[in-house]
């Protein structure tokens, strides 16, 4: 009798702290992938890096993207396509049932728009899906094969976006893109950021170096919430007989110190890390310089509350 009593009560108690507190529908950002362009096992790579990867599925890092969620609407977005494109849209939609409502391009490097092959006739035959892309990357995906495919047969809607200009998504989110020197063979790079009715969030995965942008990079960390910054690189040492001077990115011992004086650095976090970063290796003294420094790497599924 007294377990009987007991059950019920539990139940009671269960139903009423649902019903009292209220439903949180703030929306958020969802880290889909960390690894730069070529993931982690990496194409040919048979260092140390990758080799006990290849087998253990679980120790695959998808390619950096992130996703946002508005779960008043149930709708998503995804910034960036990148090759890990089907397994992010399944963690993005699938369990919710979620609205997927179109992605949003950074600039035109092999990982970060060529998921869109996955939306063509061959696979998913979308109808057009938005594709959010700045003056020059709209053009590229409209002249060139096999993109202008997904134009012709609609699978896309491509939508223009302006430098600084807010799209909004919902009552209580918005996005807006940033420019950021980087190598443009094919398109501009922008950064983004996406505000919520609480906190912003700003997303870089791909910049030069910091001093060759016009903003103060410290100043819109301070500015921001979270950043979600380029860590492709750890220092300058990763790529024996590589010009790095020929891929220049902020290497993650540059950022360090450059924000080493930042209120809120604990709101920072690496991403789109090189398959040679040992940051990738949470066991790594890398990673250890980072946490001891106040910063932090970022994680496949980690959530972010705007």
């Known amino acids: 009798m007294l377990n009987r009593f007991f059950i019920s009560f539990i139940v009671l108690s269960i139903f009423l702290i649902g019903w009292v507190l209220p439903k949180n529908d703030n929306p958020y950002?969802?880290?889909l992938g960390i690894a730069q362009d070529g993931g982690a096992?990496?194409?040919?790579?048979?260092?140390?890096?990758?080799i006990n990867k290849w087998d253990n599925p679980k120790l695959h890092n998808q390619v950096s993207s992130i996703g946002i969620v508005d779960p008043s609407t149930n709708e998503v977005w995804m910034i960036d396509a990148t090759p890990d494109f089907s397994l992010q849209l399944n963690t993005l939609t699938m369990d919710q049932k979620r609205t997927f409502k179109g992605?949003?391009?950074t600039h035109a490097h092999i990982g970060h728009y060529t998921g869109l092959i996955y939306l063509g006739r061959e696979v998913m035959g979308a109808k057009e899906i938005p594709v959010y892309a700045m003056p020059k990357m709209s053009k590229f995906l409209t002249n060139?094969?096999?993109w202008s495919q997904l134009v012709d047969l609609k699978n896309i809607d491509i939508k223009g976006l302006n430098d600084n200009t807010t799209v909004e998504l919902?009552?209580?989110?918005?996005i807006t893109p940033f420019m950021v020197p980087h190598r443009d063979e094919f398109s501009e790079t922008v950064g983004y950021k996406i505000q919520g009715p609480n906190k912003s969030l700003i997303f870089i995965p791909d910049i030069d170096k910091w001093e060759k942008w016009t903003e103060n990079i410290q100043e819109v960390v301070e500015e921001n919430d979270f950043s979600l910054l380029d860590g492709t690189f750890f220092d300058i040492n990763e790529l024996p007989g590589r010009d790095m001077s020929k891929i220049p990115h902020p290497?993650?011992?540059?950022s360090l110190e450059a924000l080493n004086d930042v209120h809120g650095k604990s709101g920072v976090y690496f991403i789109h890390l090189n398959h040679t970063n040992p940051a990738l290796n949470k066991n790594s003294n890398a990673t250890r310089t980072i946490m001891q420094?106040?910063?932090n790497v970022a994680s496949r599924n980690q959530i972010f509350h705007l």
């Open 293 to 295: 420094k106040g910063f």
């Open 144 to 146: 060139n094969g096999p």
């Open 103 to 105: 992605v949003f391009l």
């Open 41 to 50: 096992p990496h194409a040919a790579c048979t260092k140390e890096c990758c």
């Open 29 to 31: 950002i969802v880290v």
């Open 251 to 254: 290497f993650i011992v540059e």
């Open 170 to 174: 919902s009552n209580n989110l918005s």
